[in-house]
């Protein structure tokens, strides 16, 4: 700022040189009652012409500037009473011409806080506003001295008001990209391109994308539009036309209280729809995929949040799903169906997540599978059944790992053993159904660890097995049901490193 204040000094002593050199006309003072100088310049038949001052009345610079031909002409700068610059204003043949500027002080520095341009004497283009660290807050358009098309509002740098102007008439003001007290993103956002245009229109409710986002390019031309519900996009197109049909559809009682309100694609339903009793209160919702499928009813907040009663269905308009939702999760009692609606599983949640005793079915109504659930992991027993409904597995999860005494059937074997955090541990043993032996061995972390032995159903060993941690060691050997020796695997570094078989 100091090198526009040196400017205007610069302009004014060499129009004041000039003045001199060509006119050579006598500078004339004029005073303030107590002899002080209020202004100086030169006359030209006993009118001010060339390069003038004027002063307050301690002798501080108040105005200065020049004519020309008796006429105002360049830029004439004002300054307050402490000498800061508070105006520039350019001049052609006495008429405001070029920019019109002013200033302000903050923290003890001039800054620009004003600028327009002037065509004789009236406004033409954008009157800008700035805050004092130089930032744009404020655009208005002029045409011919009248407002005149878009106004914008900033804050940081970003658009929140958009204004419209016709002919010096405001005919609407639009706040935008807004938030609320937690910060979350709240009603229109719009977000522009380096040359002013248009480059996206959003909604937002508590900080989600809902309702339309439309993207622009350079040109303002459309080159993609969506609808979101709660921050889930519903569909989307290159074009409004599939929007336009009409894109929401609202219905009203008779005293203007909204009754209904849904959206719609090419006549079909898509995304949440909501009935309203006549003290606006939501009584009914719907909820529609991209192609107008119906996937659930139930009543959906308009923060997005589901309560109460749900039902979600299948494609083919089967039920799929039923339950409770509150505060937007899944609470209580739910029950879950295959595409015939034969019941598939069925228990409770508790803030979404699975919790208490849940069972699981098969196709044709079997139960599969029992578990206890806390905070969404198994916690408790777990048990599974055959087509017969005989118990294939048994045993307790803790934090979702399998914990304590398990009992698994596979095929006619039945194993035992325990489990920690997870992994096997400790002595493992396995019978067939009819009660023989059929496995010895002791597990460490889930690794077995020492000797390994195997049965056939006669209670002859079938072959045992040597282990280290986890790893392959010795000779494991291999029997005939009768017990004689058929061969012996020798292993190093826990790989096989010869087969022998006895001597005949």
């Known amino acids: 700022m100091y090198q526009i204040v040196r400017y205007c000094?610069?302009?004014?002593?060499?129009?004041?040189?000039l003045a001199q050199t060509l006119y050579a006309q006598e500078i004339k003072q004029f005073f303030y009652p107590d002899g002080s100088v209020s202004s100086e310049g030169t006359m030209v038949n006993g009118k001010p012409d060339g390069y003038w001052k004027s002063y307050y009345q301690d002798g501080t610079l108040k105005s200065v500037g020049k004519r020309t031909n008796f006429q105002l002409d360049s830029i004439w700068c004002f300054y307050d009473e402490h000498g800061n610059l508070q105006k520039e204003i350019s001049y052609f043949e006495n008429h405001k011409n070029g920019f019109y500027k002013e200033y302000a002080v903050a923290d003890s520095s001039i800054y620009l806080r004003m600028s327009v341009l002037y065509v004789n004497d009236q406004k033409q283009g954008v009157e800008q506003y700035f805050s004092p660290n130089g930032t744009l807050i404020k655009e208005i358009p002029y045409e011919n001295n009248k407002k005149e098309g878009k106004s914008f509002e900033y804050n940081d740098s970003v658009v929140t008001t958009i204004s419209i102007y016709e002919n010096d008439n405001l005919l609407s003001s639009q706040s935008i990209n807004r938030t609320d007290a937690q910060g979350r993103k709240t009603g229109q956002h719009i977000s522009f391109y380096p040359n002013g245009a248009m480059k996206t229109e959003a909604n937002y409710t508590n900080g989600k994308l809902n309702g339309l986002y439309k993207l622009y390019n350079q040109h303002e031309q459309l080159v993609q539009v969506g609808n979101y519900e709660h921050d889930s996009l519903i569909y989307s197109s290159s074009t409004m036309a599939e929007f336009e049909d009409p894109f929401e559809k609202k219905e009203y009682y008779a005293d203007s209280t909204l009754k209904y309100k849904g959206s719609f694609r090419d006549g079909k339903p898509i995304g949440t729809h909501r009935s309203y009793n006549s003290k606006g209160v939501i009584t009914d919702g719907t909820l529609y995929d991209v192609n107008g499928t119906l996937v659930g009813r139930g009543i959906t907040q308009e923060n997005g949040d589901k309560i109460g009663e749900w039902v979600f269905y299948f494609p083919n308009g089967k039920k799929e799903s039923e339950g409770l939702f509150s505060n937007g999760q899944k609470n209580g009692l739910w029950k879950f169906y295959y595409p015939d609606e034969t019941l598939k599983q069925t228990g409770n949640f508790r803030d979404g997540k699975f919790d208490g005793p849940w069972r699981f079915y098969s196709e044709v109504g079997d139960l599969q599978k029992e578990e206890e659930y806390a905070?969404?992991?198994?916690?408790?027993?777990?048990?599974?059944?055959?087509?017969?409904?005989?118990?294939?597995?048994?045993?307790?999860?803790?934090?979702?790992?399998?914990?304590?005494?398990?009992?698994?059937r596979i095929g006619d074997i039945i194993s035992k053993g325990k489990f920690a955090y997870g992994e096997k541990n400790g002595i493992w043993e396995s019978t067939y159904l009819n009660g023989s032996k059929a496995f010895k061995g002791d597990y460490i972390g889930g690794k077995p660890n020492g000797t390994h032995t195997y049965y056939y159903q006669n209670g002859q060993i079938e072959h045992n097995e040597q282990w280290k941690s986890g790893k392959a060691v010795k000779n494991w050997n291999y029997y005939t049901e009768n017990g004689?020796?058929?061969?012996?695997?020798?292993?190093?570094d826990g790989k096989e490193n010869r087969i022998v078989a006895p001597s005949k």
């Open 9 to 17: 000094w610069f302009m004014a002593m060499t129009m004041f040189c």
């Open 375 to 408: 905070n969404g992991q198994r916690n408790g027993l777990s048990i599974e059944y055959d087509d017969e409904g005989e118990k294939i597995l048994e045993g307790m999860y803790l934090d979702d790992q399998r914990q304590g005494i398990w009992e698994i």
């Open 484 to 492: 004689s020796l058929k061969y012996s695997i020798y292993y190093k």
